[in-house]
């Protein structure tokens, strides 16, 4: 056989994969398109579901909600990012599976025993922490944010003749929206801790002992973080903190269950030896 052979015969599989992979990437992305533009027919009732947090907080007040629009394209714009969020949730299940089809192929039957619960478990664990920051986080932001409006009365005016200062707030469409995805994409991201963690274990690359080993890195690294993608407001940091880190300690126990699961089979096959283990210490 000659070297032209040999390079077509491995070039032959290469472009079967290529053509495979254009092919899911196409799927996806039409699916993709399909559900915005089912979101985008809907995008008012969406927007006013995303409301809900600073309405609440307003109500409390005793205020009215509204939100205004400050350029006259800015409701197109609302429009599409809520069309860009609702169509990438509508088409997340239908995404997922055109990834493990190309993906399934090249594993072994163990291998996808492994992998499928990760791919399950990743976006249930996004949906909760999205959840958790939009019935949670989001109302004490707003709250503490609207804290700082100043409400003008009689005798409080600045000079005589003066009209009482009054700043209230009146919030541009778009820049709530942008503030409230900033909270459920933040919060989503952390919550795959534990599941980018339990993986990064399965295949041995962080060990539950070295992950306890760093825990007072981590809880500077959550510190930080907690501070970057919450307000200035002392309790929402403090909920971050607490959320991320029990989060934290999970992934040990998920790491730790992960490396007895290992071991055992292991010890099952041969491979593992008692006598010395019992030696070395």
């Known amino acids: 056989m000659s070297n032209t052979d040999e390079i077509d015969d491995t070039a032959a599989p290469l472009i079967e994969h290529l053509t495979e992979l254009r092919s899911r990437l196409i799927h996806c992305v039409v699916a993709f398109l399909v559900g915005m533009v089912i979101c985008f027919t809907v995008a008012t009732p969406i927007f006013n579901f995303l409301t809900a947090p600073l309405c609440q907080v307003?109500?409390?007040?005793?205020?009215?909600?509204?939100?205004?629009?400050?350029?006259?394209?800015?409701g197109f714009f609302v429009a599409i990012k809520v069309s860009l969020l609702g169509g990438l949730i509508l088409?997340?299940?239908?995404?997922?599976?055109?990834?493990w089809r190309f993906v399934a192929p090249g594993l072994y039957k163990n291998e996808k025993g492994a992998f499928l619960p990760f791919l399950v478990?990743?976006?249930?664990?996004f949906m909760l922490g999205a959840s958790f920051a939009f019935y949670v986080v989001t109302p004490l932001a707003y709250d503490f944010f609207l804290g700082f409006q100043q409400f003008g009365a009689e005798g409080e005016a600045v000079a005589e003749g003066t009209a009482p200062l009054s700043v209230v707030f009146q919030g541009s469409a778009q820049e709530y929206l942008n503030l409230t995805i900033k909270f459920i994409v933040a919060f989503g991201l952390c919550f795959q801790l534990p599941v980018l963690l339990t993986l990064m274990g399965k295949v041995g690359l962080v060990s539950a002992e070295g992950l306890g080993g760093v825990r007072k890195y981590a809880v500077?690294?959550?510190?930080?973080?907690?501070?970057?993608?919450?307000?200035?407001?002392?309790?929402?940091?403090?909920?971050?903190?607490?959320?991320?880190?029990g989060l934290y300690e999970v992934s040990i126990l998920l790491v730790a269950r992960v490396e007895k699961k290992r071991e055992a089979k292991l010890r099952a096959e041969g491979y593992y030896d008692d006598e010395d283990e019992e030696e070395e210490v």
């Open 121 to 125: 478990a990743s976006p249930f664990m």
């Open 58 to 74: 307003l109500a409390e007040r005793g205020q009215d909600c509204g939100l205004i629009f400050i350029s006259p394209q800015e």
């Open 91 to 99: 088409s997340f299940p239908y995404l997922a599976m055109q990834m």
């Open 220 to 245: 500077v690294a959550i510190l930080i973080l907690a501070a970057l993608v919450t307000p200035p407001d002392v309790i929402t940091q403090v909920i971050l903190f607490v959320v991320v880190y």
